[in-house]
């Protein structure tokens, strides 16, 4: 595609349930990021990919939260046992490489919202 | 830490107008790269306008440009002659150089009147 998209645009669930959040990033991008915007709080890192591998898990608020990336594009950021303070937009951002100091392409994100 | 500070939460603009968007951070480092991203309703984050902290000339793209006061880590954004279309929320960013991930401000909303 054109861009890098994101699904579902929207999701409703109950507390404790678990969430796939998917991330399809711009066509030969290797690089990919997911990142969490919650109310008034800016945007707060999560974990990026270079290919399949994940560098960098230090942004994961909890254990309760894992990515993978498979094929070197798709992406799943994984939630389980949601709770409510989970209830944000994710965002998944893509690049052509891991290049320091590099533009990120932005998705629409993902709003969760856990009751 | 590092942190960005962006301390208007909420601005406005009569269109034609010039507008100028605060940014300060903190860091200790001397390498990074400093950024403005504009998020319409749609949600989708977009790059404004991109400056490299070890140049000392500000950045201009077209009708945004920057002030960059590396001494007192300062990163405003100046977006003249306002149209409808630059309604959206401005987020204020830094990336340290040999890392990946940016570093946010909490935001400005600018909303620009007709």
């Known amino acids: 595609g054109a861009g890098v998209s994101q699904s579902p645009s929207n999701k409703v669930t109950e507390k404790g349930k678990d969430v796939e959040l998917r991330c399809d990033p711009i066509?030969?991008?290797?690089?990919l990021y997911w990142y969490r915007q919650s109310l008034g709080q800016g945007l707060e890192f999560l974990i990026y990919?270079?290919?399949?591998?994940?560098?960098?898990k230090s942004g994961l608020p909890s254990d309760r939260f894992s990515a993978e990336r498979t094929g070197g594009s798709v992406s799943t950021l994984t939630i389980q046992r949601t709770q409510q303070e989970d209830s944000a937009v994710y965002l998944c951002?893509?690049?052509?490489?891991?290049?320091?100091?590099?533009?990120?392409?932005f998705g629409p994100g993902t709003r969760l919202l856990v009751l | 830490a590092q942190t960005v500070t962006q301390s208007q939460p909420e601005m406005s603009v009569q269109e034609a107008e010039t507008v100028t968007l605060s940014c300060t951070y903190d860091?200790?480092?001397?390498?990074?790269?400093l950024f403005w991203y504009k998020q319409p309703p749609s949600r989708q984050m977009i790059l404004v306008i991109r400056?490299?902290?070890?140049?000392?000339q500000n950045a201009t793209e077209n009708r945004f440009s920057v002030n960059f006061q590396k001494a007192a880590k300062s990163f405003s954004l100046k977006i003249s002659d306002s149209q409808l279309g630059d309604t959206a929320m401005y987020f204020c960013?830094?990336?340290?150089?040999?890392?990946?991930?940016?570093?946010f401000g909490t935001g400005t909303r600018l909303k620009v009147l007709a």
């Open positions: 951002a893509s690049s052509p490489s891991l290049t320091a100091g590099g533009t990120q392409y």
């Open positions: 066509s030969g991008h290797t690089a």
């Open positions: 990919f270079q290919g399949n591998s994940a560098p960098d």
């Open positions: 860091t200790s480092e001397n390498n990074y790269y």
């Open positions: 400056q490299e902290a070890y140049k000392q």
């Open positions: 960013a830094f990336m340290i150089a040999g890392t990946y991930k940016y570093i």
